[in-house]
C-alpha cells in the first residue's frame, strides 16, 4: 500500500505542479514513476 500511495501522490504532485505539461511528457513521467514503483516494491519487500 506504501507503493501505491507514493505512486499516487507523485501523479497528483505531477498533475498539480505542471499543468500545462505536452502529452508526451506526461507518459515520461508515468514511466518514470512506474519504475519508482518497481524500485520501491523491493525496498519495502
Do not use: C, H, Q, R
Not at 16 to 36: H, K, R, T
Request: a positive charge; zero cysteines; aromatic letters at 14%.
Amino acid at each position: 500500500m506504501k507503493v501505491y500511495i507514493t505512486w499516487l501522490l507523485g501523479v497528483i504532485a505531477w498533475n498539480y505542479l505542471v499543468p500545462n505539461a505536452a502529452p508526451i511528457e506526461d507518459v515520461i513521467v508515468a514511466v518514470l514513476l512506474s519504475f519508482l514503483s518497481i524500485g520501491l516494491k523491493k525496498v519495502f519487500k
